[in-house]
């Protein structure tokens, strides 16, 4: 089975960073993009960012200039780099990857990690 396990993430004042890791594990045969989303109480789950295999990226304009996605091919590992936090990026950051196993392509999502930003 394919998982895709987070780690990071936590709490941090306004102005401050963090990171959030995303590794994928199991049996597969292909990762095709990565990305990550995020869902603020009572708001439904929305793209933050992703990342295609050539590293192409795309992100929300809210965190333009602020977040950067990365990842390593090699370690099957999609990161993000949260600066110049504000409180609305407070949400459960939820680990995404479309993945080829099986003879078949899924969608993927981890488990969510919480991330709060204080005023």
């Known amino acids: 089975q394919v998982q895709l396990v987070e780690s990071g993430g936590g709490f941090v004042q306004a102005g401050g960073s963090l990171t959030v890791s995303c590794a994928a594990s199991?049996?597969?045969?292909?990762?095709?993009?990565m990305g990550w989303y995020r869902q603020a109480p009572g708001k439904q789950r929305d793209l933050v960012a992703k990342?295609?295999?050539?590293?192409?990226?795309d992100y929300v304009d809210s965190v333009k200039g602020r977040f950067t996605i990365s990842r390593d091919n090699a370690k099957n590992t999609v990161t993000l780099q949260m600066n110049r936090m504000i409180p609305e990026d407070t949400a459960v950051y939820y680990c995404?990857?479309?993945?080829?196993?099986?003879?078949?392509?899924?969608?993927?999502w981890g488990q969510g990690t919480q991330v709060t930003v204080s005023s």
């Open positions: 990342i295609t295999t050539g590293d192409n990226t």
């Open positions: 995404y990857a479309y993945i080829y196993s099986g003879y078949q392509w899924d969608a993927y």
């Open positions: 199991g049996r597969f045969d292909y990762i095709d993009f």
